[in-house]
């Protein structure tokens, strides 16, 4: 069993409709969970970084970890065709990168 | 304040062969980390650079070794190229703090292994 899952995705939905991505670990020492966006040919930019379980929002995205569950979601409201892109998830044991591990990455696809 | 740079953008290569894949951090910082990225595998860590020096290295073979010189620049290799080393090659650069906050990733380099 790979570490992280992710679904592959491609989620499509129109143009201002709420988006759930959701992942799922299997290590129980994560503690640090972080969502990247990754446009077509770029590299990933951070979106957005918790640490342990509960909510952090950041205006439109709001990121939720379980750790009793081992899941991880990433909710975008008021979904625009900007926001079409590959989205990781990312856990690591500690504050460093060098541990992090990535899932796949879901393709989200917004529609005007 | 430029971004991380990664030269080429393109590359194809034939088994065997070796590769040089260049990364400019962002002007301050010191850490350079390499990461591979492809469909099957996803995104993983490669080896991170510190001052010059191999600060971490994830779980690859010899086959790939980088560097870092004095101006924080990077250079991977990879010899003795395989068709299983198809992939987009990412360097991110990161201050001196080193944790994924700060982390800054370059537009990557795509390398094709005929």
């Known amino acids: 069993q790979k570490e992280v899952e992710q679904d592959p995705g491609p989620l499509s939905v129109p143009e201002g409709a709420i988006v759930s991505l959701n992942c799922t670990y299997s290590?129980?020492?994560?503690?640090?969970f972080m969502w990247y966006r990754q446009y077509s040919r770029k590299g990933p930019e951070l979106l957005m970084y918790?640490?342990?379980?509960g909510n952090k929002e950041d205006g439109r995205f709001t990121a939720q970890v379980d750790k009793s569950s081992k899941y991880i979601s990433l909710f975008i409201r008021d979904s625009q065709p900007s926001d079409s892109a590959t989205y990781l998830c990312?856990?690591?044991?500690?504050?460093?990168?060098?541990?992090?591990?990535f899932g796949k990455g879901t393709m989200l696809l917004v529609s005007p | 304040k430029a971004g991380v740079t990664q030269t080429p953008r393109y590359l194809i290569k034939t088994r065997g062969q070796q590769v040089t894949l260049s990364c400019s951090p962002i002007?301050?910082?010191?850490?350079v980390s390499w990461y591979q990225q492809t469909p099957g595998q996803g995104l993983q860590f490669l080896f991170e650079y510190f001052s010059e020096t191999q600060r971490n290295k994830g779980n690859f073979p010899g086959r790939f070794s980088g560097r870092q010189f004095s101006n924080s620049r990077s250079e991977m290799n990879v010899s003795t190229l395989e068709l299983g080393d198809s992939a987009l090659y990412l360097c991110a650069s990161s201050d001196s703090g080193g944790t994924q906050e700060t982390q800054y990733f370059g537009p990557g380099t795509r390398l094709l292994v005929l």
């Open positions: 990312a856990t690591s044991r500690e504050r460093g990168y060098s541990t992090l591990t």
């Open positions: 002007s301050g910082h010191r850490s």
């Open positions: 918790t640490y342990s379980s």
């Open positions: 290590n129980s020492a994560f503690q640090y």
